[in-house]
């Protein structure tokens, strides 16, 4: 039995112009929810975004894995659970399920947070938030069966792609947001590629802040028949993004 206290359950409908031209729910939109979840989750047990800025911290998301076998279609409802599986002094690990209108899982997600100074732009202690009350909320008996968030190394990628960081692109934090990333990222691939297969699994490691203005390019590397990495640079030097995307 899912425990309500620690885990929190939203609901959603593919709305249709979340979807793309299979009639599928975009990545992008779904780790859009992914994030409105954990936001929701937190808030709700004193520990969101908004009491955090209160006092000059904020939440970053450091990694995300997600897992679909099929993704929600046009106008269908949906719903996702999200529980803290582990907290540590500088990380937390929050994980995902994604469940059908029958209540069946259809993926699942892996991520992990620090909060940071919004002053500093330093990690915080976790375990200092309210005299470690986040811990209160761990759940490990809620099964979460994909694999953490692995390393991602390059050895011979290839430059594909290249975007100056605009308006639209930048969030409340004032830098490149996690989702834009996720849609630049699928858009390296071309159109037939969803038509003919669909995103199986996921993975982005955030490594460095993206800011306005800034040129990112993006290097890739073919790993498998369906399984690509790729490498998001700024300016021509730092990274600041690695992801891998494996199609089905």
């Known amino acids: 039995m899912v425990n309500e206290n620690k885990v929190g359950t939203y609901e959603f409908v593919a709305e249709p112009f979340h979807v793309d031209f299979t009639e599928k729910l975009t990545m992008g939109v779904l780790g859009n929810h992914l994030l409105n979840c954990a936001g929701f989750h937190a808030a709700d047990r004193g520990f969101g975004i908004a009491t955090l800025n209160e006092n000059h911290y904020t939440w970053v998301l450091s990694r995300l ?13 949906f719903s996702i659970q999200t529980w803290v599986e582990n907290v540590y002094r500088l990380f937390t690990d929050r994980n995902f399920a994604i469940l059908n209108a029958e209540g069946k899982p259809i993926g699942y997600a892996r991520s992990v947070w620090a909060m940071i100074s919004m002053q500093t732009r330093k990690p915080a202690d976790l375990l200092a938030l309210h005299g470690g009350k986040i811990t209160d909320y761990i759940c490990t008996d809620v099964e979460c069966p994909i694999d953490k968030p692995g390393r991602i190394k390059m050895e011979q990628p290839e430059q594909v792609g290249e975007h100056l960081a605009k308006y639209s692109d930048i969030d409340l ?76």
Not at 65 to 77: H, I, Q
């Open 65 to 77: 894995a997600v897992e679909m076998n099929e993704l929600p279609r046009a106008y269908e409802k």
């Open 173 to 248: 934090n004032g830098h490149v947001n996690s989702i834009k990333y996720i849609e630049h990222i699928l858009d390296l691939f071309p159109m037939e590629q969803f038509r003919d297969k669909t995103v199986r699994r996921f993975e982005v490691a955030y490594v460095a802040e993206g800011y306005y203005g800034d040129t990112l390019t993006f290097h890739r590397e073919q790993k498998g028949e369906n399984e690509y990495d790729i490498e998001v640079k700024k300016n021509n030097g730092e990274a600041v993004v690695r992801s891998k995307v494996i199609f089905k």
